[in-house]
Nanobody
Framework: VQLVESGGGLVQAGGSLRLSCAVS????????MNWWRQPPGKERELVGF???????NIVNSLKGRFTISRDSAKNTVYLQMDSLKPEDTGVYLC?????WGQGTQVTVSS
């Protein structure tokens, strides 16, 4: 199973980014997909997930700004991030079962 994140970068506070997680070797329509992030100097934390049935759950602190979607035809999961804040800075990773991507860096400037 290979997960490849993309879409990170530098954005000003208040801006938006859409991250992608392209998956090979695993069907996202039958497996739960998770997004995590790791702020600099801090522990990895869950952002949210989409279940195999397509149910989306975002952690409470990020609801209203972040959302997850998936495209089964492309076997890709997305993380849409709006109204970004400097504290959203970190490495964002996708994860399913025992597999992790390498992460993509998001930096939000004030």
């Amino acid at each position: 199973v290979q997960l490849v994140e993309s879409g990170g970068g530098l954005v000003q506070a208040g801006g938006s980014l859409r991250l992608s997680c392209a998956v090979s070797g695993s069907d996202i329509s039958i497996n739960p997909m998770n997004w995590w992030r790791q702020p600099p100097g801090k522990e990895r934390e869950l952002v949210g997930f989409v279940t195999s049935r397509g149910i989306i759950n975002i952690v409470n602190s990020l609801k209203g700004r972040f959302t997850i979607s998936r495209d089964s035809a492309k076997n890709t999961v997305y993380l849409q991030m709006d109204s970004l804040k400097p504290e959203d800075t970190g490495v964002y990773l996708c994860h399913t079962r025992a597999s992790w991507g390498q992460g993509t860096q998001v930096t939000v400037s004030s």
